[in-house]
């Protein structure tokens, strides 16, 4: 009778033990898992390969990009300073078979190396993917000036800086530019790509926005 007391004993002991270690292990994973979705350096960004406009992605460089919209237009506004540059422009007709879709985000540079324009040259780092797999370049894209209010509606207040004008080539004042390390600036930035006028027009194909191989699911009402 003892020895089978004690042989129970130890049964229950052992079962005791691989729950706790199972426990143990369950948690270990659910910590892990939350570790590598949430960067706690960043501002809760979600660490995977497709966002939603609103979302926040961090690119290889450090930088956080968040798309803030995104919509067509016929046209878009080329004057280089005032609040609506590089907004759409339905007032406009641009061309019989083309269209623009025209994009807002902010940047926030998390690095830990100063970097400038000359590294950082961030219209060859996005792309437009319609239909899963017909890549266009950016046309072009602007970085409001640092020491300037982000939410200005006066035309005349508003200026940009860092205007990217196909690959390779800038204009404006490049020297207003440079991002340093814990730095909490956040830039108003915005870009333009000239597309055919059948992805504007077809809204079932899906059309994606990419930062640096990062895709912004992009739902556009017409």
């Not at 089978?4 to 049964?11: A, V």
């Not at 200005?152 to 205007?163: H, Y």
Request: glycine fraction near 8%.
């Amino acid at each position: 009778m003892a020895d089978n007391k004690k042989s129970t004993n130890k049964k229950v002991i052992i079962a005791i033990t691989a729950s706790i270690i199972v426990i143990i292990g369950i948690v270990a994973i659910i910590i892990g898992v939350i570790n590598g979705v949430v960067n706690k350096k960043t501002n809760n960004i979600v660490d995977k390969k497709e966002y939603q406009i609103g979302e926040t992605l961090l690119t290889n460089k450090g930088f956080e990009i968040t798309l803030r919209n995104a919509e067509f237009g016929s046209n878009y506004y080329r004057n280089g300073t005032g609040y609506k540059y590089m907004t759409a422009n339905d007032n406009e007709y641009y061309e019989k078979d083309k269209c623009f879709l025209v994009f807002e985000y902010t940047i926030r540079y998390v690095g830990k190396t100063k970097i400038d324009y000359n590294q950082y040259e961030i219209g060859q780092d996005i792309k437009l993917d319609y239909n899963n797999g017909y890549i266009f370049e950016v046309e072009s894209v602007c970085i409001q000036n640092k020491n300037e209010n982000k939410n200005k509606n006066n035309d005349n207040e508003v200026t940009w800086s860092l205007t990217h004008a196909g690959p390779g080539v800038w204009t404006g004042n490049k020297k207003e530019i440079t991002f340093e390390p814990l730095d909490d600036t956040i830039y108003l930035a915005r870009g333009v790509f000239k597309i055919p006028k059948e992805i504007k027009e077809n809204s079932s194909a899906p059309l994606k926005l990419v930062f640096e191989g990062n895709e912004y699911n992009l739902s556009i009402s017409q």
